[in-house]
């Protein structure tokens, strides 16, 4: 579905990412770890068209088409979602109309007509129980003086509701409670199928007892230095970075 | 569900979509400005000598004034002299009725999405519809009429209710107010009088749509709006004009008077052509609208929705001399291109207790320059007068400005006043947000900015907000990306 091939990537020309292959199929979930400042967030905003990076180097492709040939836009349309580290407040707009107008943008790019009131609302309220958001929120400016989880838990209710094929998550755990993230990795789960795939970049092994990982990868100074199954994540609880860290600057001296 | 929405389902369109002009045969005063062509104007509407003296002493005030050079803006001098002060199609013979006025006439309105039409017309909205400088027609007469509620054109006033307009006119913005004030009262050609009697609710919203159709027309309307003690009116305010590369001078006054208890609410959805990318052509609006709050507890409440024109220069204000009165200014301008806007109000507070609430968002793009400017005074007896002002500029792009000269002048110590100013960009992270859920930039826009200017919006009648968020939308595209 998703093919990264020696990707390079620069911001003001400071190289970030420096070569970055990855294979993701149908059905699949990886998980991207590294020490901050690796990268993380910086694949996800190049995968999902942000323009103050440049792609130096290097394709992708998703479901077999040129990714990086396509806006930000039409990337979300084609089906790539972002939970963004920090979801962006956006003051006077409701999470309700930001919704319907992102919703009915991406049914009009997939032939679909647009949903009118009452079937938009039948969508929310079930979209709603999966990640058991509070509908008062739904109805204040998006994420303007939402809390830290609550922001989270509103990146996942609108991942619900567009449906997306690759859903790209950055530290959507962090800052979450121990039930949102309960709450939340089950919304997850439900919302994974044989063809669609995930990306969850995390920190912590905590998140992946929820969402099991099929393939953990380590980002570090703008490569995946190392990759293995869900017990890479184990072993980087218990002995952090160093040794990868070590490894890898080694291999490149 | 959300105004927003219908919105950026209905914009398509990407020009200025009233700049088409009609050919009618019209009735046009020579070109020039003299005694004589205010002679001619006041015998063409058939006025009494008492109005055409009025006019008279207005013009030799203004012959000593000069054009104020205060406001924020930039414009190459007006000669006066080549603008024509009256121009009105020719009809065979004076409307009565709308039955009567030509069908040609109501088309152009239809046109602009206006139906004069009373069984078309959404119920609840009363239209005064000005072409040039006359009024072609007023919906609903007879159903206002059967409640006391005068509303009509204001040269059909100045007939059938002189001892009103006599009390009235210019009782709230005197004849030499300023230099436009003065010279509209000297060449005024029509608009539109409502009157409220009391202890009257008028029922439906008046509304007076303005059209600037001639060329080298300028048009100088007089709007006086009178709510007698415990009454309540809503007045709405269209206007657009046709695409030309000369730049056209509109000179409005519009005076409100508020007896004890009475409320007005006046809206202005303002949509004069702004003229085209490079700055070439568009409309000069210098205009004077003010209200009165004469009566204890009396209210009125302003709101401007201002995308329109090249040059903006227009303070709409309130003289709070009722005790408890309260005046508030809503306000969202909007430029784009070389547009330039100088715009805000002044409260003065007279009477005790008075308060006042202004709220303004200006929004400024490609590389025009967006001013506010507020007054709020408060005078010696006015004990206990509140203020709050809340002004925003939104900026887009790096070669547009905003600009906020606040003034305050305060000779009660008793008074509060509050003043909150931001600046924002509309942010790059926001619009790069809105494109990762599939919304296209320019939807981002409209979505972002109708977000910003809602506190003003909603303060509009339902049908008016739709069309300005279509407005805005309209009026920023292709100013980001
Ligand atoms: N405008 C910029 N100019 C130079 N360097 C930048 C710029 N923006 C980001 N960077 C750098 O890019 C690197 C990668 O940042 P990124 O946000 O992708 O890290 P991350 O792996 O997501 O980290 P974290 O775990 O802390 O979220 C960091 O070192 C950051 O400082
Ligand atoms: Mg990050």
């Given at each position: 579905m998703l093919s990264i091939k020696n990707l390079h990537a620069s911001i003001e020309g400071t190289p970030i990412l420096k070569g970055i292959n990855l294979e993701v199929k149908a059905g699949e979930v990886h998980a991207i770890m590294g020490p901050n400042g690796s990268g993380k967030s910086t694949l996800a905003s190049v995968l999902a068209g942000r323009e103050e990076y440049e792609v130096t180097q290097g394709e992708v492709t998703f479901k077999s088409k040129d990714l990086l040939d396509l806006s930000p836009e039409d990337r979300a349309r084609e089906g790539v979602f972002l939970a963004f580290q920090y979801p962006v407040e956006i003051p006077g707009v409701s999470s309700t109309n930001f919704l319907r107008t992102a919703v009915n943008q991406v049914r009009e790019y997939r032939g679909q007509d647009p949903l009118d009131a009452v079937k938009f609302l039948t969508l929310i309220k079930e979209k709603m129980k999966l990640v058991e958001i509070d509908q008062k929120l739904l109805s204040r400016?998006?994420?303007?003086?939402?809390s830290g989880g609550e922001k989270k838990r509103n990146e996942i209710f609108q991942m619900a509701m567009l449906e997306p094929t690759l859903s790209i998550l950055d530290e959507t755990d962090s800052g979450l409670d121990i039930d949102a993230l309960r709450i939340v990795s089950n919304g997850v789960n439900q919302l994974k199928s044989d063809d669609k795939a995930t990306i969850v970049v995390t920190h912590y092994q905590r998140l992946l007892d929820y969402i099991i990982p099929d393939f953990v990868h380590v980002l570090y100074n703008g490569k995946i230095v190392k990759s293995g199954t869900k017990e890479l994540a184990l072993e980087l609880e218990e002995k952090g970075y160093d040794w990868i860290k070590e490894e890898a600057d080694k291999a490149t001296v | 569900m959300s105004k927003d929405n219908q919105i950026l389902e209905e914009f398509t369109s990407k020009e200025y979509e009233h700049g088409w002009s009609v050919n009618y045969e019209a009735d046009e005063a020579p070109i020039g400005l003299n005694e004589d062509i205010i002679r001619w104007i006041s015998a063409k509407k058939d006025e009494p000598q008492w109005l055409l003296d009025w006019r008279l002493k207005a013009f030799r005030a203004w012959e000593k004034m000069t054009e104020p050079e205060w406001a924020n803006v930039h414009y190459p001098n007006i000669d006066?002299?080549?603008?024509?002060?009256y121009s009105a199609p020719k009809q065979s013979k004076k409307a009565k009725n709308l039955d009567e006025v030509d069908p040609e006439l109501l088309q152009i309105y239809e046109r602009l999405g206006i139906s004069l039409n009373e069984q078309k017309r959404l119920q609840g909205i009363a239209v005064d519809a000005v072409l040039d400088s006359v009024s072609v027609g007023t919906t609903f007469k007879e159903t206002l009429g059967k409640l006391g509620i005068v509303f009509c054109s204001f040269s059909e006033a100045v007939h059938s209710h002189p001892e009103l307009i006599k009390k009235?006119?210019?009782?709230?913005?005197?004849?030499?107010?300023n230099y436009y004030a003065a010279l509209n009262s000297a060449v005024f050609s029509d608009g539109s009088f409502c009157y409220i009697p009391k202890g009257v609710r008028c029922p439906m919203e008046l509304s007076t749509y303005f059209r600037i159709n001639a060329a080298n027309t300028g048009q100088f309307e007089r709007t006086l709006i009178v709510a007698d003690e415990g009454s309540y009116c809503s007045y709405l305010e269209g206007c657009t004009a046709p695409q030309r590369d000369e730049n056209q001078l509109h000179a409005a006054v519009v005076e409100i008077y508020a007896a004890k208890d009475a409320e007005v609410k006046y809206s202005t959805v303002q949509n004069w052509y702004p003229g085209d990318k490079n700055g070439k052509g568009g409309i000069y609006n210098f205009v004077t609208k003010r209200g009165i709050c004469a009566g204890d507890n009396s209210k009125i409440s302003w709101t401007q929705v201002e995308t329109g024109s090249a040059v903006t220069w227009k303070y709409p204000s309130c003289i709070l001399k009722g005790d408890n009165s309260i005046g508030e200014f809503y306000s969202v301008a909007v430029t784009n291109n070389y547009q330039q806007a100088d715009t805000g109000t002044k409260m003065i507070h007279i009477g005790k207790n008075t308060k006042s609430r202004i709220v303004s968002k200006g929004i400024s793009a490609g590389h025009s320059q967006n001013s506010y400017r507020g007054q709020v005074q408060v005078m010696k007896r006015a004990h206990n007068a509140r203020n709050f002002s809340q002004c925003d500029s939104l900026l887009m792009g790096s070669k547009c400005g905003a600009h906020t000269f606040p003034y305050i002048d305060i000779q009660n110590s008793t008074a509060k006043v509050e003043h909150e100013a931001t600046t924002s960009k509309i942010g790059e992270d926001q619009l790069f947000y809105c494109n990762q859920r599939g919304i296209a930039t320019e939807d981002a826009v409209a979505l972002i900015v109708n977000g910003y200017a809602k506190e003003v919006l909603n303060q509009l009648p339902m049908e008016f907000a739709v069309e300005a968020q279509k407005l805005l939308a309209l009026t920023l595209e292709g100013s980001v990306g």
């Open positions: 400016s998006l994420n303007e003086g939402f | 006066l002299q080549k603008l024509r002060y009235y006119l210019g009782s709230v913005v005197p004849m030499t107010d």
